[in-house]
């Protein structure tokens, strides 16, 4: 089993939380979303991300403003509300404690 | 030379070649079912479609306005399946990036694995017909062997005594054709490829053109029934894209709430089109119907001087008593032929010309055969057609120069 497969639950898991990362930064459009990623090991598509997003929306954790475009209809900004941002803190510490505890395991 | 279909990513026109179209429409379709439990379905859409919009925006210049198979099958592949569940728990899923999602997906966006939730219609498809594709429709929409059912077909002929012919004849007028990809994805309840298919009705078309040359006369009349046919489902076609154009500019309020309308076909569209057919064959049975009683009479009248077996009160004049069944049959046939006309506007093939082409030479030969009819054996007519040749001579026929 290669490597890239082990972790693919993992990556998969993880997105949520690289997502509230990239858009706690500015608000974003989808494309640039996918453009930060796309270099890493959490690239991802379309097809995954905007289901995604509309979860995070119904869970009140980012919103989006409309914005006007000169190619074509207005588009979505994400941006991170609140709550989202107490929720990011959040796993912020939650992320830290998991890489504490793999270093602190073996030699 | 390609079609061209002008389709609506989430309230911006885009011109996609037939290939592309299929494709499109097999990729939402398929959007669609992963997200058939998730609340935010039509907006989630919506964004893919803007988002396929921009990307189709990438391949067009002021010199191409036309986006190809091949490019719109990377921007398939590049924007992914669809997430099912989007609770990020789907085990195996493919995240794997920029390598082309296509079979790495887990489960929701498969093909077939959707269960009962794909359209199962059915369809004639004429593609390794016999006859007219029926049989071959009733296989794909049971998903068995063509054989099997042309067997039955022709075991159900023999004992029924030729009632099965009729079903297949009735069959033919009422179900539409398989013609699009997303047509044929319904015939066989599952989606289709695309590509495959253009290159299966290519191959078609070839094969059609070698069986005509040698099959040679014999096969006229099944070519001319076919070109025919073939016709109707061009107009078809052509008003059904219509209709999808005043569909598309009439729901544009540019707003971001718009339904997509480049999803798969209306489910409306086929029932409307079963309910026409329906309607044209049995209008078209009663009119031939009354056409041949009516022709009766008209024969038993002149024939024997009575109409069917009834002879005519003395007071009613033969020629009257013609007339009166010639206006007879215009009134009974009047609100047929405007019903059918009306089923042949919805279904979208309106092909009165060579119909009404056919009325017409009917019509006209029964007012030559009356007039000549009356000329030899009514007395009255005979008498007014005399009087209107002296009147002729005396008026006309003296400048004009002597005549017999």
Redesign the interface.
């Known amino acids: 089993m290669p490597l ?1 497969e082990k972790f ?2 993992i ?3 993880l ?2 939380f690289l997502v509230l990362r990239i858009v706690s930064g500015a608000t974003v459009y ?2 640039d979303i996918l453009k930060r990623l ?1 270099h890493t ?8 991300l ?3 997003l ?2 995070l ?2 869970e009140g954790l980012v919103d989006y403003l ?1 914005q006007e475009s000169d ?6 900004y994400y941006r991170l509300t609140d709550s989202g941002r107490t929720h990011l803190a959040e796993l912020d510490a939650y992320w830290a404690l998991i890489n504490k505890t793999i270093s602190s395991l073996g030699s | 030379m390609q079609k061209v279909i002008t389709v609506s990513l ?3 026109a885009y011109q996609l070649d037939e290939d592309a179209y299929g494709q499109l429409s097999i990729y939402l379709d398929q ?1 669609a079912r992963a ?1 058939a439990a ?3 379905k039509t ?2 859409i919506a ?2 479609e ?2 396929i ?2 990307k189709c ?1 990438r391949y067009l210049n002021a010199h191409k306005t036309v986006v190809t198979g091949a490019e719109l099958r990377l921007i398939v592949a ?7 569940d ?3 728990t ?9 390598s082309t ?1 296509g079979g790495a997906q887990s489960g929701t ?1 498969a093909p077939g694995a959707a269960g009962g939730s794909s359209p199962r219609r059915l369809y004639q498809i004429s593609e390794g017909a016999i006859l007219s594709g029926i049989c071959n429709g009733i296989a794909a929409y049971c998903a068995v062997d063509v054989t099997l059912v042309r067997a039955i077909f022709v075991v159900s002929f023999l004992f029924t005594g030729g009632l099965a012919l009729l079903a297949y004849v009735v069959l033919m007028f009422i179900l539409p054709y398989a013609s699009t990809s997303e047509e044929y994805a319904a015939a066989h309840g599952v989606p289709f490829n695309a590509r495959t298919l253009v290159e299966r009705a290519k191959e078609k078309y070839a094969q059609f053109a070698q069986k005509q040359e040698w099959r040679g006369s014999r096969a006229q009349w099944r070519s001319e029934w076919r070109r025919i046919r073939a016709e109707w489902r061009f107009e078809r076609r052509r008003l059904r894209d219509q209709w999808r154009a005043h569909r598309r500019f009439g729901g544009m309020p ?1 707003g ?1 709430q718009t339904t997509p309308a480049g999803a798969p076909p209306p489910t409306g569209s086929y029932f409307a089109h079963v309910f026409s057919g329906t309607l044209m064959a049995v209008l078209g049975l009663v009119f031939a119907i009354v056409t041949i009683v009516w022709l009766l009479a008209l024969l038993s009248l002149v024939t024997t001087g009575a109409l069917l077996g009834w002879t005519l009160p003395h007071e009613i004049p033969f020629w009257a008593a013609l007339i009166g069944l010639v206006l007879l049959y215009n009134a009974v046939i009047w609100p047929i032929r405007s019903m059918r006309r009306a089923a042949y506007y919805s279904v979208g093939a309106y092909h009165g010309a060579w119909i009404e082409a056919w009325n017409g030479i009917i019509g006209l030969a029964v007012l030559i055969a009356l007039v000549w009819y009356g000329l030899h054996h009514v007395p009255e007519v005979e008498a007014l057609f005399d009087q209107l040749t002296h009147w002729w001579r005396a008026n006309v026929g003296s400048s004009a120069g002597d005549w017999t």
Not at chain 1, 71 to 76: A, D, E, F, I, L
């Open positions: 890239d693919s639950p990556r998969k898991g997105l949520e989808v494309p796309a090991e959490f690239a991802t598509q379309e097809g995954t905007y289901p995604l509309s979860k929306r119904r409309w190619s074509g209809p207005p588009r979505k | 989430n309230g911006n959007s997200l998730n609340p935010d907006e989630i964004d893919l803007q988002a919009g921009e925006a590049e924007m992914g399946p669809v997430d099912g989007g609770e990020a789907a085990p195996g899923g493919g995240q794997t990036g920029s999602g966006a540019g971001p």
